[in-house]
């Protein structure tokens, strides 16, 4: 397991990027590139559980840490996700402590949360390395809950606070329409609310994250006290790509 939640705490650095294709190839290619950690998306992305085994296998021998982002708030869907051997899970649209503490829950093996237990999946070598993982999961596994919205950002200090959440992570393009200010990422009432999940962060001993398009945004967000952040998407690099070929082929 490439566990990354005391370095995320630590507020170290750690640069990311999402995979949304569902592809095995692009999420090796990322973790060869050398990114701390690679954030698979099965919320809005193209794969499911079969594609994210296939990443997760394609990631092994890579430094990256894999962490996933599930589709809903929903115990059932940690469970899968986590006894495949991930380093964290990402979890939409929390907008309360309450719906933090049940995120952090279902990521908890009891007597701390609900989270069923099982010694023959990938998370536990299936079966032999099952008592390591099971004394290190409730204290070592990453626990990411997105910012999203104008509740949200009403209720940040009391999101912070609860105990097992680790990372605050913006999803910057959500946050903006709660907001009323769709993909203006540079209005200031986006780049209000990015401060105070910074403070509130900040305050709690937490890790502040966010998803950012280009390198002018990393700088800005880097700057406001951001450490846990990615940059853009296998998809987006290659579509950005494929277009720039075009262009470049219209050009003769």
Known sequence: MKWIRERALRGEWMAGTFLNLGSSVTAEIAGKAGFDWVLIDIEHGMGDRQELLAQLQALEATPSAPVVRIAWNDSVRFKRVLDLGVSGVMVPYVNSAEE????????????????????????CDFGPNFSEYFTKANSHLLTVVQIESQAAIENLNEIAAVDGVDVLFVGPLDLSVSLGVPDQFDHHLEQEALTQVVAACRKAGKAAGILVANEAQLKRVRKLGFTFVAIGSDGGAVVKEMHSLVAISKLT
């Open 100 to 123: 933090a503490t049940r995120a952090a829950s279902a990521m908890r093996y009891p007597p701390d949360g609900v989270r069923g237990v099982a010694r023959l999946n990938r998370a």
